[in-house]
């Protein structure tokens, strides 16, 4: 195998070159959109629900329904990603989640049709996040850019969040929810020409007819890939879990819905902040170097929770544990130098699914815990546990530098892709 790509000490690329890139603005165009889209599509669809309903179980489910199905998207579409070409991959995905809302707002739609076409669109998530990931490095390269790239299209889906709900919450005061759902229409059909005209056609991954192709297997059968997939999934998993359990904690510290959606913007704050300062002010081998001390670090601060703290300490701990999410950098370069590039959609697409699924579990397992040991102790928990698995992880993630996925050159010979 050979040796891994050593990490430059060039200045980080900036996100003023990143955005400089034409086909770059495109995507992120489309993905503002995209997002917004989603985001007021779940709002308006939760408040249509629980009109027709009266049920908050069945609003709630709506929510719920966002995490559950990315499994299956991304274990049975994962090798679409790579088997078409990225652009129609993306195009159809969006034009589907169009047809799906507008399907929504269709006379007669009861509860179960509602709920079936939130899960279609769940499925059909992490394909298009998967493929688009992929074209990111077909774009801007698999450097300094590319992290970059997918830099900010993450801080756009914290700041979606953010901003997604508030205005979502005010133009249900202004449209009845049929009406918002038919705007989040516009802007996934917005999307789709975005991504039809302002991104170039290339053919999709696939090898040549006859050649053996790897799948989903050869992904998990490769350690250091397992190592970087579970970097990602596991810091998630436990960061989700003040989240989770914001509004009892609010209940607790007597502060309202004030206090609600002060918890609920900490973390986000915090993340965009980690990222554009790792982003901006950080070389490209800087990023790397911290990026593993950060995972060990970026849940500790839950364990402030311990000292049953009022809602100001429990902001900052909150907003420190989201700054140290900027590791995600650093593995963004390996997990593309670890994987070869015919399966880099697929690779992509798992990580997405992998990464809302266990956000999913990670949600459910905060309410377990709480009924059994109360919010604090929930929180607690998962900064001690969440700490030890990222320490594991990170020491595993050091045994495997230098490896790579064994993959077929051109001539039908072993070649490793470095890790």
């Not at 390996?334 to 590039?341: D, G, H, I, K």
């Amino acid at each position: 195998m050979s040796a891994p790509p050593k990490a430059t000490s060039e200045p980080s690329a900036g996100y003023a070159r990143v955005l400089a890139v034409p086909e770059f603005r495109a995507v992120f165009a489309a993905h503002v959109l995209s997002m917004l889209g989603l985001i007021v599509s779940e709002i308006a669809l939760s408040v249509l629900v629980y009109d027709l309903t009266g049920s908050p179980l069945l609003s709630a489910l709506t929510f719920a329904l966002g995490f559950l199905p990315y499994v299956v998207g991304g274990t049975l579409l994962a090798s679409v990603a790579d088997r078409l070409p990225a652009r129609r991959v993306l195009v159809t995905c969006d034009l589907v989640c169009a047809a799906c809302v507008a399907l929504m707002v269709a006379p007669g739609a009861g509860i179960g049709l509602l709920l079936a076409l939130r899960c279609c669109l769940a499925v059909v998530s992490p394909v298009f996040s998967g493929t688009r990931m992929a074209t990111l490095a077909d774009v801007l390269g698999d450097g300094d850019l590319f992290v970059l790239g997918r830099s900010l299209l993450r801080i756009v889906a914290q700041s979606a969040l953010l901003v997604g709900y508030g205005l979502g919450g005010l133009l249900l005061t202004v449209v009845t929810p049929r009406h918002a759902l038919l705007i989040t229409v516009g802007t996934f059909l917005a999307s789709a020409a975005m991504l039809r005209l302002g991104t170039r056609s290339r053919p999709a991954r696939a090898r040549r007819p006859g050649e053996p192709r790897p799948g989903t297997r050869t992904l998990f059968a490769d350690r250091r890939v397992r190592v970087l997939l579970l970097l990602f999934w596991v810091p998630a998993m436990f960061s989700v879990v003040p989240e989770a359990l914001a509004a009892p904690y609010s209940d607790a510290l007597g502060t309202g819905s004030t206090g609600l959606g002060l918890l609920m913007c900490a973390l986000p704050v915090g993340t965009v902040a980690g990222e554009l300062f790792a982003g901006a002010r950080l070389r490209t081998a800087a990023r790397e170097r911290i990026a593993l001390p950060l995972v060990c670090l970026t849940l500790l601060p839950y364990l402030g929770y311990a000292l049953r703290p009022g809602l100001a300490l429990s902001l900052l701990l909150l907003a420190l544990s989201g700054a140290g999410s900027a590791y995600t950098l650093g593995l963004d370069q390996w997990f593309v130098r670890s994987v070869p590039e015919e399966l880099r959609g697929r690779a992509m697409t798992v990580l997405s699914a992998g990464l809302m699924t266990l956000q999913g579990v990670g949600m459910a397992l905060a309410g377990v815990a709480a009924e059994l040991i109360g919010v604090r102790g929930a929180v607690v928990g998962a900064g001690a546990l969440g700490t030890l698995c990222c320490a594991g992880l990170a020491l595993a993630c050091r045994a495997t530098e230098g490896g790579g996925m064994a993959v077929q050159d051109d001539r039908g010979q072993p070649e490793a892709v470095a890790g």
